[in-house]
């Protein structure tokens, strides 16, 4: 599977601030949950992502999330990496299913307490490397 680099902007008046962790934290509860109606409503009609509308956004994620489901998962489990790609060590929400690597992660990039993107992470530190002792901490097959 080709996995492209997709960025989420939303808009800056309503991404800041406590909105923006009620943002952020709805959309690792959405990918934890792997349910896109989650985080579906956090989205403006007219936002735009990186030539993607926030319909097709929403499907992408939704295409990551069944392939997860079709494996038999029901959730995901979120453990914080960092980018070792495009963006190196810039934080990373990877999220595992019960495999050494993550199934997928997202870099929520912020600024000044403003959320300016959401977008995939193709090579997050979990991808690469698994410090046994973030695993440990975790039950994956709850």
């Known amino acids: 599977m080709k996995t492209e680099l997709i960025k989420l902007k939303l808009k800056a008046n309503s991404s800041t601030g406590e909105t923006a962790l009620h943002i952020k ?7 934890e949950s792997l349910d896109t109606s989650i985080f579906e409503p956090l989205i ?13 956004f929403l499907k992408s994620m939704k295409v990551v999330f069944d392939s997860c489901k079709e494996k038999g998962f029901k959730q995901t489990t ?11 060590d810039h934080k990373v929400y990877q999220f595992y ?38 695993l440990l901490n975790y039950d994956f097959w709850k």
């Not at 990186?50 to 319909?55: E, G, T, V």
């Not at 307490?113 to 698994?130: H, K, P, T, Y």
């Open 44 to 56: 403006e009609e007219d936002q735009n992502f990186q030539d993607l509308d926030k319909y097709r």
């Open 97 to 134: 299913t019960n495999q050494l690597v993550p199934a997928f992660a997202y870099i929520i990039h912020e600024e000044n307490s403003q959320i300016e993107d959401i977008f995939a992470c193709n090579l997050s530190s979990g991808m690469r490397v698994v410090e046994m002792g973030n």
């Open 25 to 31: 934290n709805t959309f690792i509860k959405a990918c």
């Open 78 to 88: 979120m453990i914080k990496g960092h980018c070792e790609s495009c963006y190196c």
